[in-house]
């Protein structure tokens, strides 16, 4: 908890918002729906043509934050493609990047749990924003508290980080992306406003084509396995139901008991379901040894981190895409 109330310290010039968004072990109170009344804090003077310094830590909130940002900011993504979030730690050349920062986007909600230490202890002033400060999050279920254990249950007392399996969470991303930005370039709020609200639109667009996608797929099919417990978000805005997950948690840094596999093994074959669904950010030992016992299909799936500018998830916006296609599609494959 040092850690924590170190970053929470951090916190403070940005208002109770942030706080209530980030605080571990605090009984949350639902956000304020506004960011006006937030305390300024004191922002560095930009030159004429200097750039703001961002630091992103995922590469998914490193594109919403370049949507906003444009060519008016600076931004390092800190995670290298490919990362997982939940286990990535800072490197000597993180801390400098990050202790060279002007401001500094988090997902948040413990997904950067074994970066967060790191972040307690910058010695810069910069501001830290959770791109989920106006996100109410989901609980974690008591069953998945339980099985994950107590250090977990400990850990996500904040909520379920995943929030970007459901597009109107990043809608709310892109305005506290544009406040934090106005903020500390009000030179430039203009132009923030302006690309949020085009992205907004955009992302009401993506929406609206992944319902109409998952509108293919019949609705007793609309059945979830995963890597781990990602899709409650996505389960939850686009109707699906989720039946289980290979590690019975919010966070991969756990690993499932025999008998936790076992129950698995039988609640899949029970449900029907094609295909386990396995984020490019883990490793797949367990779902393909599961898939096979069960005969069914492992599909790997940009969950945690874009692709490669080359690949199919380049953008926040492909990921969505790539993900619900590849969702529909093996769950729709079986007569
Ligand atoms: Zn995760």
Redesign the pocket.
Known sequence: MTSTRALLRRLLPLGMILVLALAACTPSAPPSSQTATQPTPAARDLAEDEKLRVVATTSIVADVVAQVGGDRIDLVTLLPLGAD??AYTATPQDLRTLNQADLIFINGLG?EEALMPALGTLDSAAPVVSVNAAVTPLAMDGEHAQDAGAQDAHEHAEGD??TWFDVANVILWTGTIRDALSRLDAAHAAEYATAAEQYTATLAELDAEIRARIDTLPPARRKLVSD?A?FNYFARAYGFEVIGAVIPA???MAEPSAQQLAVLHDQIAAAGVPAIFV?TTVNPRLEEQLAQDLGIEVVTLY??SLSAADGPAPSYVDLMRSTVDRIVTALGSRE
Request: glycine share 8%.
């Open positions: 979030p939940h997904l980080p995943h781990h990602e919010i966070s991969t984020g969950t945690a």
